[in-house]
């Protein structure tokens, strides 16, 4: 029987004894959709590199009674993310869920991009998703069951002046995206991603910070405004459970209708 028929139409969001590993969760949209899939019944786990901003993360999904947990590792770093994850499977449990969410942006003229700074973003916001999805992927197919929920960008479908890396970037998650679902749909997983507009997030300080730009971002938005944080929990619930289990290689945009109108 599908889901839809063996659920009440709620059960079916509710992530209760689902684990979610999610990178670059130390602050901003990470931080955000850690507590919110947390709050539909996940335990998670926070990625990133930095130990002290993790455990300080977990002390406070813990404190508000919430299951959390950390795997400190470098997305960049192929044989550190596929080992991190391979040791927690093997030694604490099945990761069902993976939201792909660490990513750099660094602005700059493209004329004038330096190739080092191409380079790593790249290797951050396209590298990192392919790690970590392939880590995780090789588990999820053996059980033949996995979400993954790759984080892209309006980007993933225009463009704007001085971001032309990181729109190439997100471009390529987008298509990525299709290809785990082209590739793995076969053993259950589900490979989508969440498109977010304009949100007020560290990312984007400078912007949100910039009376000019959030006044063309006003007039461009049909919803008129940024994005707030806590709009995009309710994507990824959808995405990370079985309310989703017949979508698949989907980018679902969540910006305030900028992507539909001219």
């Keep these: 029987m599908s ?14 004894g689902k684990t979610a590993l999610i990178t670059g969760a130390a602050g901003g949209i990470g931080a955000v959709l850690a507590r919110g899939l947390a709050g539909a019944g996940a335990r998670i786990v926070l990625n990133g590199r930095r130990r002290e901003k993790l455990e300080a993360l977990a002390g406070e999904l813990e404190n508000d009674g919430f299951a959390a947990g950390i795997l400190v590792f470098d997305v960049t770093d192929h044989e550190a993310t596929r080992s991190a994850i391979d040791a927690y499977e093997a030694e604490t449990g099945p990761i069902d869920i993976l939201v792909n969410n660490a990513g750099i942006q660094i602005r700059g003229p493209l004329e004038d991009y ?32 996995g979400k993954i929920v790759n984080i892209a960008s309006v980007q993933t479908a225009l463009a704007r002046k001085g971001i032309a890396p990181y729109t190439a970037t997100k471009g390529a998650v987008g298509n990525l995206t299709k290809g785990m679902a082209t590739d793995w749909a076969q053993y259950g997983i589900q490979a989508n991603a969440i498109a977010p507009g304009y949100f007020d997030t560290p990312l984007n300080k400078a912007l949100v910070e910039d009376d000019a730009f959030s006044a063309w971002l006003a007039a461009r938005t049909p919803a008129g405004r940024w994005g707030r944080l806590e709009e995009l929990v309710g994507a990824a619930v959808f995405l990370a459970s079985d309310a989703s289990s017949f979508v698949n290689g989907h980018v679902l945009y969540v910006d305030g209708a900028m992507t539909v109108s001219l």
């Design 3 to 16: 889901p839809s028929r063996e659920k009440p139409s709620l059960a079916l969001f509710d992530l209760t």
């Design 114 to 145: 330096d190739p080092a700074d191409f380079e790593r973003i790249m290797a951050t916001n396209v590298t990192g998703v392919f790690n970590a999805a392939q880590a995780c992927a090789r588990h999820m197919i053996d059980r033949r069951a």
